[in-house]
């Protein structure tokens, strides 16, 4: 995906650190696509339904509903939609999530390069 072709993609961003959200925003910003933030899954959720997005970009663990539920919720509703799901914990969550339907996933701490790159290519 070309930088141009980045502009007018919408991206969720949802993780219940403030610090991380603001971080995976201004990162994906920077590189043009459009890109609304949750703290929760119960947020997530009421975002996406007013503003679909092509990318989700989903903690796993979060208090009350986790990034587990919310992606298996919102790829039921939103047959496209491409998942990027990240954990500061074990990889054996990453692999679960990708059974859910992540295309790609990230292990915290990770860069601003890897996000975007991952984005890019969820996004394709």
């Given at each position: 995906?070309?930088?141009?072709?980045?502009?007018?993609?919408?991206?969720?961003?949802?993780?219940?650190?403030v610090a991380v959200r603001g971080a995976c925003r201004a990162?994906?910003?920077?590189?043009?696509?459009?890109?609304?933030?949750?703290?929760?899954?119960?947020?997530?959720?009421?975002?996406?339904?007013?503003?679909?997005?092509?990318?989700?970009?989903?903690?796993?663990?979060?208090?009350?509903?986790?990034?587990?539920?919310?992606?298996?919720?919102?790829?039921?509703?939103?047959?496209?939609?491409?998942?990027?799901?990240?954990?500061?914990?074990e990889p054996l969550h990453l692999d679960l999530a990708r059974?859910?339907?992540?295309?790609?996933?990230?292990?915290?701490?990770?860069?601003?390069?890897?996000?975007?790159?991952?984005?890019?290519?969820?996004?394709?």
């Amino acid at each position: 995906m070309s930088e141009l072709s980045a502009r007018g993609v919408r991206v969720l961003v949802v993780d219940d650190d403030v610090a991380v959200r603001g971080a995976c925003r201004a990162a994906l910003e920077l590189e043009g696509f459009l890109v609304d933030t949750a703290s929760d899954g119960f947020e997530a959720v009421r975002r996406f339904h007013d503003a679909p997005a092509r990318v989700l970009v989903c903690d796993i663990f979060m208090p009350g509903k986790d990034g587990f539920e919310t992606i298996s919720e919102l790829t039921r509703d939103y047959r496209g939609l491409e998942i990027v799901a990240m954990t500061g914990g074990e990889p054996l969550h990453l692999d679960l999530a990708r059974l859910l339907g992540a295309r790609e996933t990230l292990a915290k701490p990770f860069g601003a390069d890897e996000l975007v790159a991952a984005v890019r290519r969820a996004a394709e």
